[in-house]
């Protein structure tokens, strides 16, 4: 398991490293008998992923690090990169009961919603309108995340974001048949598929969750 950890910092340094800590959380709160060695795992991916400098001076997370220096390589600052650090914090402040989780993870989700967001609240990645397959995920990790932070410690603000962003979607991003597609704050772009459908049921599921 050692190795793994290094396997997985050295292929994706910023994604799966975010998913590592938030799968071994969520073991941690889970599975009864290991929970003692996941959380050892939650704890050594955090410690490494705050130290490794993906984490900028304005707390938010650029797309890895640079190949030799291994330096934050300044990349794009994508929703989801600040989306599953947010559930993976959660988990980790709930197993451990220490708040101060928490506290990094709302100081990441309130750059990011600084970072991410026009000026009427609603979130963008900088792709947008040629988000790609994956791209077009993004927004909703994001959004499903920033439930489970506020889930746990409520925030007004976020409670807002998510209706704001839920609300925009349904009367701005919507075509017949209850199509949603790439870009909340609209217009409708096609195509419409279950990549961009399922990322804004995310935002609508988490607007419902939170009101
Ligand atoms: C860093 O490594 C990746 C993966 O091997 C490669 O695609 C990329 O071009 C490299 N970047 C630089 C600046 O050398
Ligand atoms: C978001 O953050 C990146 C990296 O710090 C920065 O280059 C970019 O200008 C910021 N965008 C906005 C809209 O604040
Ligand atoms: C789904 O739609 C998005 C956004 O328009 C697009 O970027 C993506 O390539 C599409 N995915 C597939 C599998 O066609």
Same mark, same amino acid.
């Given at each position: ?9 050295? /292929?994706? &340094? %910023?994604? +799966?490293?975010e998913l590592?800590l938030d799968v071994a959380a969520h073991?941690?709160?889970?599975? #009864? ?9 939650a704890?050594?991916e955090w ?37 599953v650090v947010l559930g993976g914090l959660t988990e980790l ?10 506290? /990094?993870a &709302? %100081?990441? +989700? ?14 963008? #990645? ?19 995340n ?66």
């Amino acid at each position: 398991m050692a190795s793994l950890l290094s396997i997985v910092a050295m /292929v994706d &340094k %910023r994604l +799966a490293n975010e998913l590592f800590l938030d799968v071994a959380a969520h073991l941690a709160n889970r599975v #009864d008998p290991k929970a003692e060695y996941y959380l050892d795992w939650a704890k050594k991916e955090w410690n490494w992923f705050k130290g490794s400098g993906m984490i900028n001076a304005e707390h938010l997370i650029n797309d890895g690090l640079e190949n030799v220096t291994c330096k934050n390589n300044g990349g794009t600052v994508w929703s989801y990169n600040q989306g599953v650090v947010l559930g993976g914090l959660t988990e980790l402040s709930r197993s451990t009961q220490d708040k101060s989780y928490i506290k /990094v993870a &709302k %100081r990441i +989700a309130d750059a990011a919603i600084g970072n991410l967001t026009d000026s009427n609240g609603i979130l963008h #990645d900088v792709c947008e309108p040629d988000c790609g397959a994956d791209g077009s995920q993004f927004k909703g990790v994001f959004a499903r995340n920033l439930r489970i932070l506020h889930q746990a410690s409520p925030e007004a603000r976020y409670a807002t974001l998510l209706e704001n962003n839920a609300n925009s979607i349904w009367a701005n991003d919507r075509a017949k048949r209850d199509r949603l597609s790439l870009i909340w704050s609209g217009p409708f772009i096609r195509p419409a598929n279950a990549s961009t459908q399922s990322s804004a049921m995310d935002a609508l599921v988490a607007a419902l969750a939170t009101s």
